[in-house]
């Protein structure tokens, strides 16, 4: 009877505790019989909430059987199609690979001349792509390239006035090289910005506006000031040709033509002296260039002392009976005065000294002059080095496949040894100069010095 009991109370429990799980909001019976009620209850709503279930689960399940059998005679039906689609492709195919050889059968007389055509448009699309007369008459390049495509095609065929066509652009490219004319176009400043300008051009060589000759490329697809302009004179005489009307006028042109290399824009181009001195000098091609300067400067002022000295030597030399003290040959005079009681040998030796303490003086920054002459050259040796070695870092770093890397040390290295021998080749004329100069005002003072001596001695012997 305890059994029972105990399991009894289990079964309540039990039972109690999945009512509470699944009707929480419901409050608890209060007797056995109505618990036993509510889960009679709970047992019928459940097993027509299953029903439900199962009958969602079986019409989803139809609904995917209807889904799959309508993709399997879909698939069915593709495959029909791609094979009838497939055996028309073939079909086709042979279609196509007969009316190519009927075709290829039929222009077989005309393939050279094709091919002739092809070559010879290749080569004016060439011409016209850069072609100052392509900035006037645009268009040509792309006919070009279509026609080109076409005589090459195997299944069209070009027609008669295509080839006129061509022809027509053949003519006009020959005729319009000869031609002077004006025309409004578009024009690009170096500045980035653009504006409408008459433009004159002058055959198939240059095209000037506003003064101003302009360049053409057909990546770019109009005109474009060139950085930098020719000499004044020829710039002036574009501008004359810009404001005549008629008549015969001195132009200067590229010979070369906007197809031949563009040999001006290359001129004009080129850096100037200064331009090579300041980019690719260094700083030790502006130290070789200071110490030329100043050699050179020194060596002025040195031959404008000299000069003046000089000059007062002469007047000296008249004037020999009075000397002065404004000149070395003057105060070499006085010691002889100041000596005429003393022999021959002392007053020897009283002008030579006299002779010596002039010599200095007049002697004065030669030496400077000598040593820059002789380290200018020694320090653009230094830079042709230190230039060549820049070479070879940048060949290790970058290899030597192209050469505009290796430019820049190169030039550092040439310009470096040409700034060394210009600074020293003034620098070496300079100081013979002065040297020369320094030297006959010695001479004028040893010869008086001696002639003085010879008539003391010649007295003395009397």
């Known amino acids: 009877m305890k059994k029972i009991i105990k399991f009894a109370g289990i079964s309540v429990t039990g039972l109690f505790l999945a009512i509470s799980s699944q009707s929480y909001a ?70 196509i690979a007969e009316r190519r050889e009927a075709l290829r059968t039929a222009r077989a007389d005309l393939n050279e001349l094709l091919g002739t055509i092809q070559g010879v448009a290749g080569d004016f699309r060439a011409m016209f792509e850069n072609s100052l007369i392509s900035a006037q008459y645009d268009g040509r390049e792309e006919f070009l390239d279509d026609f080109i495509s076409r005589v090459a095609s195997d299944t069209e065929q070009v027609r008669i006035d295509e080839i006129e066509r061509f022809w027509f652009f053949m003519q006009q490219e020959l005729v319009e090289s000869g031609k002077v004319v004006k025309y409004d176009a578009m024009v690009s400043l170096p500045s980035g910005e653009q504006s409408t300008r008459t433009v004159t051009r002058i055959g198939a060589f240059n095209s000037v506006s506003n003064g101003d000759y302009l360049s053409y490329t057909g990546a770019i697809g109009h005109l474009q000031v060139l950085p930098r302009q020719p000499s004044p004179d020829i710039v002036g005489a574009a501008i004359a040709l810009e404001n005549a009307s008629s008549g015969m006028q001195r132009v200067g042109i590229d010979p070369t033509g906007a197809m031949g290399g563009s040999m001006m824009a290359n001129l004009i181009n080129f850096p100037t002296a200064a331009e090579q001195v300041r980019d690719n000098s260094g700083v030790i091609g502006f130290v070789i260039l200071g110490v030329g300067a100043i050699a050179v400067f020194i ?91 820049q070479v070879f870092q940048q060949i290790t770093v970058y290899g030597a496949g192209d050469p505009t890397i290796m430019a820049g040390g190169i030039s550092m290295a040439l310009m470096t040894t040409v700034e060394g021998i210009v600074a020293a080749i003034p620098a070496i004329l300079m100081h013979a100069w002065v040297k020369g100069k320094a030297d006959d005002i010695i001479h004028i003072m040893e010869e008086q010095a001696t002639g003085i001596i010879a008539r003391k001695s010649e007295a003395a012997n009397k």
């Open 26 to 95: 419901q409050q608890p019976a209060t007797t056995l019989a109505e618990l036993l009620n509510s889960v009679e209850q709970d047992t019928v709503a459940q097993s027509a909430e299953h029903r439900e279930r199962e009958q969602r689960f079986q019409q989803q399940a139809n609904q995917q059987q209807q889904i799959l059998d309508e993709t399997k005679a879909s698939i069915e039906q593709e495959n029909a199609t791609n094979a009838e689609l497939t055996a028309q492709f073939d079909a086709n195919q042979l279609v």
């Open 299 to 389: 060596a002025l002022i040195r031959s404008f002392i000299l000069t003046i000295v000089a000059a007062r030597v002469n007047a000296q030399i008249k004037n020999a009976d009075k000397p002065n003290k404004n000149n070395p040959l003057g105060r070499v005079l006085l010691v002889a005065e100041a000596n005429l009681n003393v022999d021959s040998e002392t007053l020897e030796l009283k002008l030579g000294e006299a002779i010596l303490q002039e010599t200095p003086a007049l002697e004065r920054f030669l030496t400077l002059i000598k040593i820059a002459s002789t380290i200018a050259p020694l320090m653009g040796l230094l830079g042709t080095v230190t230039g060549m070695i």
